[in-house]
């Protein structure tokens, strides 16, 4: 089932300018969420929970609807499931060169099993 939820520029520019401490969990569950509450809609800046909206904010409790500014970014939206895998291989990546390339270490600190790992490596062709 291919999803039709799309993150707009504002979006992704916070969620790429968080820390992630959760790592690639985080982001999926997050993910997850998000395409559930939006199932056919965009997911702009003020959609995302206030932690992720700091990110890319100043000012406090800027968290209001959907804006003007926001609705005119509807021709640059991104597609939800491609940022995701994005993110994913990026993570990935970022913990094998932190595990020196042992990927037991690597897996432990994403939290997810060996094996799960091994397998979006391939499929990430990830060397």
Request: proline letters at 5%; glycine letters at 6%; aromatic letters at 4%.
């Amino acid at each position: 089932a291919d999803s039709r939820s799309r993150l707009t520029p504002g979006a992704i520019a916070a969620l790429a300018r968080y820390p992630w401490p959760g790592n690639i969990r985080e982001l999926s569950n997050l993910v997850e969420r998000l395409a559930i509450m939006y199932p056919e809609g965009e997911i702009d800046l003020a959609d995302l929970p206030k932690k992720y909206q700091t990110a890319e904010t100043c000012g406090p409790e800027n968290s209001g609807s959907n804006d003007e500014a926001g609705a005119a970014s509807t021709a640059t939206t991104a597609n939800l499931k491609q940022y995701l895998q994005d993110v994913e291989r990026e993570l990935i990546v970022q913990a094998m060169d932190a595990a020196g390339g042992v990927v037991a270490k690597a897996a432990r600190s994403l939290q997810m099993q060996r094996t799960t790992l091994l397998e979006k490596i391939n499929k990430y062709r990830i060397s």
